[in-house]
């Protein structure tokens, strides 16, 4: 299990909008709460992670992925899809 794994999924969220630049006043709009919460989320996922700062949080993100770091295989195109059978030239 990787330690990503253990997040919970405003902790995730949360996460995502510190890689995307804002900051806790703004991700507590965006959530509706309050910036206190916020930081709430942000010392459990430090904790979780092995972080200590939100830069370090942020090249976590950026480092598995970016926006998709959190995203189930099974939502990929490809996973989606069956592959096509491949045919004989000729």
């Not at 965006?30 to 830069?55: H, I, M």
């Not at 090249?59 to 992925?65: F, K, P, T």
């Not at 970016?66 to 004989?88: D, H, I, N, V, Y």
Request: charge should be negative.
């Amino acid at each position: 299990m990787q330690p990503c794994d253990r997040l919970t999924p405003k902790e995730i969220r949360v996460a995502t909008l510190v890689w995307e630049g804002l900051t806790n006043r703004e991700i507590a709009t965006a959530l509706g709460t309050t910036e206190q919460v916020v930081k709430n989320y942000l010392r459990g996922t430090f904790d979780k992670l092995g972080v200590w700062s939100r830069l370090e949080l942020a090249l976590y993100v950026a480092n598995h992925g970016g926006s998709q770091w959190k995203e189930p295989l099974a939502t990929t195109p490809a996973a989606e899809s069956p592959a096509e059978p491949l045919q004989a030239a000729g």
